[in-house]
DNA sequence: AGCGGATTGTAGCAGGTGCTACAAGTGCGT
DNA sequence: ACGCACTTGTAGCACCTGCTACAATCCGCT
């Protein structure tokens, strides 16, 4: 009879690149459920609301996102605050994540626009970034915590620039040199 | 009978404070047009369509914040690349301006799907952010591109981590030095 | 006084939204 | 063979969306 557990979690990645092609808020149900090869009966059946599929989904791509930066992680250090900037802005590049540099975007007009849901998604992206960028600076690094606030900030920066479509800068921001 | 421009002029200022609180997506003909006083079909007669008031609203707000960092600026240079970032950083995170951090990432979220016009705009504002920090680098700066990009990434990266709810780590990048 | 642009009233269209209701099945575990 | 979670069909609700139609005004300009 497959318990809800398992269509769930077989929806969930059709879902996630469903919402990466059309967009957070241009996730209606009846499109979505027929793109994935359901009824929105069935959506609203297994998730309760539509809020509820929404809560899923996030927590589905935040753990999706952080696993892969695990993966790419292997416990090897930068051998400088400019090479580990180089490291992370090269792997949040790729260009197989680039359909969730909207929906990162989508999260966080929401988590500005009040939805609390959204801003600890957000936080908690951002909590594991902060982490993975100190478990990868070099040891010896006089100040992680500046050090990761401004490799952080910087590669944010470069997933605004790729989106306004000014990719020729984020480039430039990888070239330069870092403190 | 008061032209059609003047009204126009008279609503623009409503509609971008509406839409700086209800979000770009969040602003619909009806609810918008009771909120600044009129009727939606007022509002289509005066902008021709709802994407009409879109681009109008759009050019208006761009000229808005670029005529607002010219005026901060006063031709005065910075004296190092940090208190450029420093000063800009300030001035962009200027609470006044905080609403418009949702509109910003509404825009970057509508380029990054594809939208044109919003990814034009997105680039003319991002083109005259670099300008103005070229234009306040201080004058032996070794490296201007190196160094506006990098401060363009920064100060973007700090508009990202105030909208993630992470104002913490977003001060530390200001705190933190520069080359 | 009258012309013409601007405004309002009233009403509607066709489409989409999340969600619900009820009946009729499906197939697996017991 | 029965129960039960799951699935599908068909239909609908109340509401919102951008936009339109048509007539009735208002009001300054000539």
Redesign the pocket.
Known sequence: ????QN?KEEWLPLIANYVAQHGLGG?????LAKAIG?????L???FG???G?MTELLGFVSAQVMAMLDAAAQGSRAESRHACLVMLGTLMRNPMLRPFLRTWGEMLVEAEGGNALYRDSAQAIVARLDRWIRDHLPEDDPDPDAAAAQILALVEGIGVLDMAGCSDIADRVLAAPLA
Chains 1, 2 share one sequence.
Not at 1 to 4: D, E, H, S, V
Not at 27 to 31: E, G, T, W, Y
Not at 38 to 42: G, L, Q, Y
């Open positions: 009879m497959m318990a809800a269509r996730a209606s149900l009846r499109p359901t009824s929105d009966r069935m609203i059946y297994h609301s539509k809020d599929l």
